[in-house]
């Protein structure tokens, strides 16, 4: 669980933007959902300015579309709280707790909706990027099974797995991440 005061430590310039850019984000996946909702093909966004992260996001961001169905009608209410800040009508101040918790809901959103950590720079918390999550969580165990398994992770993702087996049959593997390379 993220800290919502994480974002309290930017200045409010700084601020200002991550919140333009999570409404705005918020804003045209939403739009985008409602023009393509019987489209099966996941929703692709290229925004048209990122604030200075910590990290790297992977373009355009890719959007899981079971993800953003679960989490519409959340990301619809708590996007209208940062309207009249991302709009300029309120004036953003890193001591509204009130901001920054929905900020950072949207955020937690948006991070689940593309499977990417959405950082500011300046913030104490993992950098921005890809995130590979991986469980396993079985009786008996008799073959190879792996949480994540990847040719490749290059800079930038974070991958956790965990793993519950409650017997390993002689001669099987339980692993947690297999990766044949780390890096560029």
Request: proline letters at 3%; zero cysteines.
């Amino acid at each position: 669980m993220t800290d919502p005061l994480a974002l309290s430590v930017l200045g409010a310039a700084a601020l200002t933007e991550g919140i333009k850019f999570l409404y705005g984000q918020a804003t045209e996946l939403l739009r985008r959902r409602r023009e393509r909702r019987d489209e099966a093909a996941a929703l692709e966004v290229e925004p048209a300015e990122v604030p200075e992260l910590d990290g790297e996001l992977r373009l355009p961001l890719r959007a899981d579309g079971a993800v953003l169905e679960r989490v519409e009608p959340d990301l619809k209410e708590l996007r209208r709280k940062l309207q009249d800040y991302a709009d300029g009508v309120e004036e953003v101040a890193s001591d509204d707790r009130g901001l920054l918790e929905s900020a950072d809901a949207v955020r937690r959103l948006l991070e689940a909706v593309y499977g990417q950590r959405i950082t500011f720079r300046g913030e104490q918390r993992a950098a921005s990027g890809p995130v590979v999550e991986g469980g396993i969580d079985v009786d008996v165990v008799a073959g190879y099974v792996a949480a994540v398994r990847a040719r490749a992770v290059t800079g930038g993702a974070t991958v956790r797995a965990s793993v519950r087996a409650n017997e390993v049959a002689e001669g099987a593997e339980v692993i947690g991440v297999d990766v044949d390379r780390i890096g560029g």
